[in-house]
């Protein structure tokens, strides 16, 4: 494809390009925002349910954050990272056992219904609680939300639970939705689950299945002058080669999610109206890990799981999967998180000599052939890295006689494969680090998972200490108290590695430098978009 | 015509044990592939075991498999689809929507392939070894060599992205308010370049076919005799040797129309056309089970009917078709 790019033309238009960029030196001027205006975006995906207080993921955010609002969004400059939404403060009790939320007043539905503290109270006992994947770890103590004006809602726990963690948990986990359409019926089967009624700055205007979705302003919006775009349109481009064509054609003003591939963006950050942001995923850090079944013999060995460790070169992995765009990981706390990180835990360089004396100390020598024993290794498919890094995975391991026998599966059989059967003994996944250690992190090496929960504890792993760590985190109100546990836990769980974390990765957008306030919040392409316009 | 009615009628029957190959085939191939339509969907919400259970309830898949194949063709003898699981809609809702699509594209594409393959076929055949025959035979080759999504790519580069004359991709624009001729005209500027990257693929089989077909009808006698009589070569080429050598190619249009119904995964992902070959694929990635067989179906019903149709074609094209199937 590159090659296909040096056309004379292509040759004769950059240079007049340069010419005119030294010609003109280029000022900046401090822009007034202006209203008006479509966005159009790239989107890959079609989510089978756009309910971002029932399934609380970035593919269902994406779409949906711009009309359902959480209580508070992440943020680079606010108060504990956060900026108020739906709820202007928030304060936690002495005993833990209780959070009082103030809430904004003069917001309406987009139906025209007044946003009430019952809405707040419906959303989290009978959504996030119940129905929302994430909120059944967090909220599972939640026992009754107190509504004394419309404008208050108590959270009463029935044990103390760390009000740092709520802090934490509020912009993924707290999207409100209406009492009154959702009331009495079958929340989860509701129609408004595939075209959301919330309080956003748009409105869901249609989906056509295949084409695209279409949000539009919401005029009664409470943010002031806000929102600045007339509407957001959603392009279904299900092929990667073709968001980044869209984009310079100009059909697309953005992409986001690196749905413009790696390989890809250094040809595409030279054409000139386009811009490539790193920016705006703090706080949606994706980690590459390594899953483990503990349940084979010589996995349940420390030495093999340290041999295997040391077989991995992480500088390798992110220089040349992730061409540079990602961190290596040193444990299950990515280096980007402010709160919770340490890296004060055992290391595992990378060591080819060490690994094989590892292996040989376990017992597992290399037989005639070279090799040690055979392990099947499974890796997700959900992003062209995850793949890429299995097939390196299998050489690394080939280098210190371990064979891998590669599987290759499509999402459903992989979900049945390693979560249900336990068919596995590497996998390769990508959880998501959420800004707090208890929201999706600490299941990925708790015990007593059930059998089918994705991006848990399936490798059949148990050790008494990490799980004592994790119930006393849960219980520890004191913020500075409950973070060294989190240290603690690193280093727990880089010493007996139920798992091997190997890189932390965000994403990247594209977008044409026509649009305004990109990345703008640590969690942009999953935010409300309310402050975002195009320049025409 | 009455030959033709009773070629209807036995079709049609024939037909019947056809599509329940059809049905329990694909029913059965989806029921091996691992994972289930909840499996695809937990990937996405995550879920607990309890919500998951619920979730094969409320989809049916709970039973074994004989169970579901035999309500579902109990259905299917009511002429009910059933429900997409991945889309909650009825599917032949859903096909119907994207069918319209897949049909103008592959319709369009068959046809310019056809179309132009033929008439180069004509024109390399006319003079079998000449330069002009030479080249097109190895031109058209040189195309049908390449894969589709990488001309398909190149086409983008070239007239969407360079020379900004064609939009990338989808069927339209988007919420454009367009209507009537306006709307059409939008439509066929949306479809030239995927139609062009389909159609160019399989031009060379109809050349090609055209033109070994003619190479061998020229060695006739009838040739000879025409040319006897004195016939201008033009006419001895179009009336005489060309029609005589498109009866293959007919056949060809049959088969190819069947393949090309279930439309073009790699090119409507590529310019983003809702057709039936990616919904096919989203329904296998979903495991959506009535949704993929209720696509089969529908490509299979088509398949029969368009190659009903060639086999009318060639029973008006060629006198001797038929005639023994109509005594029997």
Partial sequence: ?536 | MNRALRLIRRRLLGAVPVLLIVVVGSFLLLEAAPGDAVDAYAVSFGGDAGMIAALREAWGLDGTPFARLTAYLWSLLHLDLGQSVAFSRPVLDVVLERLPNTLLLMGAATALSFALGSALGIVAGSRPGSFRDRFLSIGSLALYAVPGFWLGLVLVVIFTVQLRWLPLSGMETIASGKSGFGRALDIARHLVLPVASLGFLYLALYLRMMRAGMAEVWRMDFVLAGRARGLSRRRIVLRHVARNALLPLVTMLGLQSAGMLGGSVVIESLFAIPGLGRLAQEAVGARDTPLLIGIILVSAVLVIAVNLLVDIAYAALDPRVGAGEAQA
């Fill in chain 1, 1 to 536: 494809m590159s090659d296909f790019r040096i056309s004379r033309r292509g040759v004769l238009a950059g240079a007049a390009m340069l010419l005119a960029s030294t010609a003109m030196p280029s000022f900046v001027f401090a822009q007034e925002p202006k209203k008006g205006g479509r966005l159009v975006v790239a989107a890959d995906s079609e989510p089978r349910n756009l309910n971002p207080a029932i399934v609380a993921s970035n593919g269902v955010f994406f779409v949906s954050s711009k009309v359902v609002e959480p209580l508070a969004e992440a943020s680079f400059e606010g108060e504990d990272g956060l900026s108020p939404r739906l709820a202007t403060s928030w304060e936690g009790s002495e005993d833990g056992k209780s959070v009082t939320f103030k809430l904004r007043e003069g917001v309406t539905w987009h139906d025209g219904k007044p946003f009430t503290s019952a809405d707040v109270a419906f959303s989290a006992l009978q959504v996030w609680k119940p129905l929302q994947n994430l909120g059944r770890v967090v909220f599972k103590d939640l026992e009754a939300v107190e509504t004394p004006d419309e404008h208050t809602a108590v959270f009463r726990f029935a044990k103390p639970t760390p009000f740092q963690l709520i802090k934490n948990a509020l912009p993924a986990l707290t999207a409100v939705l209406p009492k009154h359409v959702y009331d009495g019926s079958d929340i989860a089967a509701n129609p408004a689950n595939n075209a959301p009624v919330g309080t956003g700055p748009f409105t869901f205007a249609e989906h056509k299945a295949g084409e695209y979705y279409r949000l539009a302003r919401n005029e009664a919006y409470w943010g002031e002058n806000q929102p600045l775009l007339d509407e957001i349109i959603y392009r279904v481009l299900p092929d990667r080669a073709a968001a980044a064509g869209a984009l310079e054609a100009e059909e697309v003003d953005l992409a986001a999610f690196s749905a413009v591939p790696l390989a890809d963006l250094d040809r595409i950050s030279k054409v000139p109206g386009i811009e490539v942001v790193t920016k705006g995923y703090e706080a949606l850090t994706y980690q590459l890990i390594v899953e483990i079944n503990h349940r084979r013999k010589e996995l349940a060995d420390l030495k093999v799981r340290q041999a295997i460790a040391h077989a991995i070169d992480k500088e390798f992995v992110v220089k040349t999967i992730f061409l540079g765009h990602a961190e290596t990981a040193t444990g299950p706390v990515p280096k980007n998180d402010k709160q919770f990180y340490t890296a004060d835990v055992p290391g595992y360089a990378f060591d080819v000599a060490k690994a094989n004396a590892l292996l040989d100390e376990a017992g597992y020598p290399k037989g005639a052939d070279g090799n040690r024993f055979a392990l099947k290794l499974l890796p997700a498919p959900y992003f062209n890295e995850t793949k890429q890094f299995g097939a390196y995975l299998r050489q690394a391991l080939a280098e210190v006689g371990i064979t891998a026998e590669l599987v290759n599966n499509d999402s459903a059989a992989h979900q049945k494969a390693v979560y249900t059967d336990h068919a596995f003994d590497l996998a390769v996944a990508p959880p998501v680090f959420r800004g707090d250690p208890a929201i999706s992190t600490t299941i990925l090496v708790q015990s007593g998972a059930p059998d089918g929960v994705p991006f848990s504890n399936q490798g059949g792993y148990k050790n008494a200490d990490i799980d004592a760590l994790i119930a006393k985190a849960a219980e520890t109100l004191d913020a500075e108290a409950r973070t060294k546990l989190y240290y603690e836990f690193q280093q727990k769980v880089a010493e007996d590695l139920p798992l091997i974390n190997v890189a932390d990765w965000g994403f990247i957008t594209v977008a044409r430098d026509t649009v305004k306030n990109v990345s703008n919040n640590p969690r942009w392409a999953v935010s409300n978009w309310a402050d975002t316009w195009v320049e025409k």
